[in-house]
């Protein structure tokens, strides 16, 4: 598997060059508070089968052993590595990827932080595009 993404800007790209050992929707706070969304969808990668392929990141240690990489330029989120919790594994944002659709999720995590009302997100309306009013 080859897959290639990047930043809102396409200043900061990057290539994967194998399966991901894991797909998951994060529920922390710090995923939450990086990304000001209620959750994160990431993608694990052994460092070796990662690759910024244009531009550089900028990187920030978010807490202890985490660390969180981004465009300088846009914002967008794009990495995070933690070599205490996850050694050789580089977490790449997966709706960064140029086709988020190839990596869908197959587990929530740090669910015990999940926002209550998450639990009935998808029983909310649905509309197409923004609702007329």
Not at 38 to 56: I, L, N, S
Not at 68 to 90: A, K, Q, Y
């Amino acid at each position: 598997m080859e897959l290639s993404g990047g930043c809102q800007c396409g200043a900061v790209r990057y290539r994967v060059t194998a399966e991901p050992q894991h797909a998951t929707l994060c529920h922390c706070s710090d995923c939450r508070k990086s990304a000001g969304a209620p959750m994160v969808a990431w993608a694990g990668f052994a460092e070796a089968d990662f690759a910024v392929t244009a531009g550089e990141p900028v990187t920030f240690n978010s807490s202890g052993a985490s660390f969180r990489s981004f465009c300088g330029m846009c914002g967008t989120g794009l990495i995070f590595r933690n070599d205490e919790m996850l050694p050789g594994i580089v977490d790449i944002q997966s709706a960064t990827l140029d086709d988020p659709e190839q990596l869908p999720p197959s587990a929530h995590i740090q669910a015990l932080e999940e926002l209550a009302w998450m639990k009935s997100a998808h029983e909310l309306p649905r509309f197409e595009r923004y609702p007329s009013e």
